[in-house]
């Protein structure tokens, strides 16, 4: 009969076959996160159909989003077919397309001045231009290491994740603020973005950096991380050119419908779009 409970080598060797298909280091990460997060939960039981379900509701009433117990729920399904039980595998909650994005969660473009201005202010120059980096191309910040003081020269970035391979196009002004910031810290050739023992910098590093702005800048920490700047850069590209097309190929998206995700307005928006129908008298 096969093992129906969780060691920790099978989760170690769930996350080398993750690496071996070549998913980013935060996917293999999210995925180890949330596999233990259920081992924990199960506490010795047995794994089932019936218990990954009782775990979903679980996850439910303590609060979690639909969609990040989805999103856990693919890391456990994704597991179980690894370890030869697919027969412990449940549905994803079901999901009402939404219309609108929590204004709450959206970071503004007078947030991200902000931010700006508070690295200015604190003289963190790095975590400066890597916002502007991230904002005006739109990247992940796992992509990062991607800028290079080549890539800056030559003002396109080859982008290779995931098994696609995408160019970058860089903006006239962030090419030069690039290579004046390389210059100053004597890089030469390489990723641009380094910490002090010339590492890359870990998405890790950056969100912590970025909440480390906030009373600063006076925006809300909810607001503020690193995915966020992707997303504006997305909704300001959209109102640009209203090409979603292009727009797909610039983030790195297979289908046009995740990138419809991007462009999702605001509860408060909505409201707005709503009053000029001018439906009501």
């Known amino acids: 009969m096969m093992q129906r409970r969780f060691a920790e080598a099978q989760i170690q060797a769930f996350g080398q076959m993750l690496e071996k298909d070549e998913r980013s280091q935060g996917t293999v990460g999210k995925y180890l996160r949330d596999v233990r997060a259920l081992a924990a939960w199960l506490d010795g039981r047995e794994a089932s159909k019936e218990n990954t ?93 991607f800028l290079t003081v080549e890539a800056a020269v030559a003002g396109r970035a080859e982008i290779r994740l995931k098994g696609k391979i995408r160019t970058i196009l860089l903006a006239g002004k962030l090419r030069k603020k690039l290579l004046r910031y390389a210059k100053k810290e004597k890089i030469s050739s390489g990723e641009i973005f380094r910490t002090k023992e010339g590492k890359s910098i870990s998405r890790q590093q950056v969100w912590r950096e970025m909440k480390g702005l906030c009373k600063a800048a006076g925006v809300e920490k909810g607001r503020v991380f690193p995915h966020n700047l992707r997303h504006l850069f997305a909704s300001v590209f959209y109102q640009s050119s209203r090409d979603i097309v292009q727009l797909a190929d610039l983030l790195g998206h297979s289908s046009i419908n995740t990138t419809r995700l991007y462009l999702l307005t605001t509860g408060e928006d909505h409201i707005r779009q709503l009053d000029r129908l001018g439906l009501v008298s």
């Not at 999901?95 to 200015?120: K, M, N, S």
């Open 53 to 145: 379900a009782a775990w979903r509701e679980h996850l439910l009433c303590m609060g979690y989003a639909p969609a990040t117990i989805n999103s856990m729920l693919s890391a456990a399904n994704r597991f179980y077919c690894f370890l030869g039980l697919e027969d412990c595998r449940v549905k994803f909650l079901r999901i009402q397309h939404r219309v609108f994005r929590e204004p709450g969660r959206e970071l503004t473009r007078q947030d991200y001045q902000r931010l700006l201005a508070a690295a200015q202010k604190q003289r963190q120059t790095r975590l400066g231009l890597l916002m502007e980096a991230i904002c005006s191309t739109g990247i992940r910040v796992s992509e990062l290491r």
